[in-house]
C-alpha cells in the first residue's frame, strides 16, 4: 500500500509552513513575553513596594565598605580566570570550547533549536537541490608503508625518553590488522594459530611474546611462521636480530600468501636499514612483480624512498609515471617526491630576487605548482620539512592528508630534500602561496577534494599526547575562551583600581549605575505622561 502521504503533497507542504511559521513566531512571542512582564512589574510597583525595596537596597549598599568590593571583583576574577584556564585546556585538547559544546548539546534542543543547513548548502546543484557530499577517501586510516619496528625501534625510542611513542589506539589497529592478516581460513585453524589469535589480542608486550614462543613449541615440525613474525617485530632489538628472525618466518611460511608478502617486505625494510639499498630495492620490485594485485599495500612507497636514497632519480620519476595516476589514491609521498623531483631541476639556481624581476621560468613555474599541489593534498608537511615543528618517531597507522602522514613522510624523506640543493629554500619561498588559489579550504578544492574535517579527531588518537596535533585551517579562538580571558582582565583591573582608589571608583560606579538606569527613569515618566493616572489606579487595583 502506498503512503498517503505521498499522494498528497499539498499537505506536506502545509505542514512543513506550519513548522516554519511557528519557529519564526516563537522567537516574537518570547519578545513580546518579555515586554509584558516588565509592564506587569512597572504597574505593580505599589502594591509590591518596589520602590521601598530599592530604596533599602541603596541605603544598604552605601553602608558597604570598598573592601567589599574590592573582595567582590576579585572573587569575581578568580573564578573567570579558573574558568579561562579550563577553557583553554579543553581546547587544547579537544579542539573545542566546552561551554560551547555544552550549549550546543543540551541546551539548543531544549530551545527548538536545529542544527544549521549551511552545510548541505554547500554542495547544492544548480537546481537547489542538496546533493551529498562526496565520499573522502582521505577520512580512512591506513597502514603506515613505512612503519618501524617495534623492538628495535620503538622500544629503544621509550627507553631513552620515557616516553611512549605509540597510543593504545594504533597499536589496537596494528593488532585487528595482524589478526585478519595471518589467520586466514577460520574453520582451518591449527592448535598454534588459535594461540597466534590470543597472542595478537594481548595488551602486554611480554605476554604476546609468551605466546608465540608456546605456538612454536606446539610444533617443531611445521613451525608458525606467525609466531616468528611477531617475535622479529617486538622481541628483537636489533635490525639484525629482526632480520634473522624474518628469515626463519620465511622458510615455515609455506604458500600463504599475505605471510609471504609481509615477510618479504620486511626483510627489503630490514636490508634498506642495515645499508644494502640495491639489495632492498630488487627485493621490492620483485615483490611487486610477483603479486601486482596487492597495490595497496602501497609497496611502491617503500621503493620510491630506497630509490632516493640512491639518488636514482630516473628510476623513481619511471614509478611515479605509473603510481602518480588520476584514479589511484595520492599520498603525501607520492605528490611531494613529484614535487621535489621538479623543485631538484631548478632550485640550485633560484633566487626569489631573480625570480621577481625577471618572472619564472617555464621549468620554475612547474616546480612552483608541482609544491602547491602537494601542500593542498597535505598542508601540515611543509614545517616539518623546514623543522619549524619538531619531528618525533612516525605511528604505525597514518591518516592521508592528516599531521600523522606528514610526520611519516617528513621522518624519512627530510633527508631527501635537504640533499637536493636549494630544494628546502624554493619549498620555503612558495609554500604559503598555496592559500591563496584554495578561495576557502573547508568548502572548495583546487585539485582534490576539499580538506576533510575529521583528520584532526583522528590524528589525536594515532598521535602520542606529547606531541602538539597540527590543526588545518587554523581554528580561531572559541568566543568563550574570548569571553572569559576579557571578563577575568577587566575584574582584575577593577579590584586593583578599587583597592587603591576607593574614593575615587565609588563616584564612578553611581555615576556608571546613574547612567545605565536613566533610560528606564525617562521611560517610566514618559508612560505615567501618557497613560492618565486614574487607568493606573483602577488597573493596580485590579
Known sequence: MEDSTGNNPQSVGFTEKLKSWLSWSWTYICFIWFGMVLIMIYVLRSPLKLQESFTSASVFLNTLTPKFYVALTGTSSLISGLILIFEWWYFRKYGTSFIEQVSVSHLRPLLGGVESSSTSGLFSSVNGDAEPRPSVSECKVWRNPLNLFRGAEYSRYTWVTGKEPLTYYDMNLSAQDHQTFFTGDTQQLRPEDAVMQKAWRERNPQARIRAAYQAIEMNHECRCAAAYVLLAEEEATTITEAERLFKQALKSAGKDVNLL????????????????????????????????????????????EALLE??????????????????????????????????????????????????????????????????????????????MKSLILPPEHILKRGDSEAVAYAFFHLQHWKRAEGALNLLHCTWEGTFRIIPYPLEKGHLFYPYPGCTETADRELLPSFHEVSVYPKKELPFFILFTAGLCSFTAMLAMLTHQFPELMGVFAKAFFSTLFAPLGFFADKMESFMPSSFWHQLTRI
Not at 620490485?285 to 594485485?293: C, S, V, Y
Not at 609515471?321 to 621538479?342: G, Q, R, V
Not at 612547474?366 to 601542500?375: L, Q
Open 261 to 304: 608478502v609481509y615477510i618479504k617486505r620486511r626483510l627489503a625494510m630490514c636490508a634498506r636499514k642495515l645499508g644494502r639499498i640495491k639489495e632492498a630495492v630488487k627485493m621490492m620490485r620483485d615483490l611487486m612483480k610477483e603479486f601486482p594485485l596487492l597495490g595497496m599495500l602501497n609497496i611502491h612507497e617503500n621503493l620510491l
Open 310 to 387: 640512491l639518488q636514482a632519480y630516473a628510476d623513481v620519476q619511471a614509478v611515479l609515471a605509473k603510481y602518480d595516476d588520476i584514479s589511484l589514491p595520492k599520498s603525501a609521498t607520492i605528490c611531494y617526491t613529484s614535487a621535489l623531483l621538479k623543485a631538484r631541476a631548478v632550485s640550485d639556481k633560484f633566487s626569489p630576487e631573480a625570480a621577481s624581476r625577471r618572472g619564472l621560468s617555464t621549468a620554475e613555474m612547474n616546480a612552483v605548482e608541482a609544491i602547491h599541489r602537494a601542500v593542498e593534498f597535505n598542508p601540515h608537511v611543509p614545517k616539518y620539512l623546514l623543522e
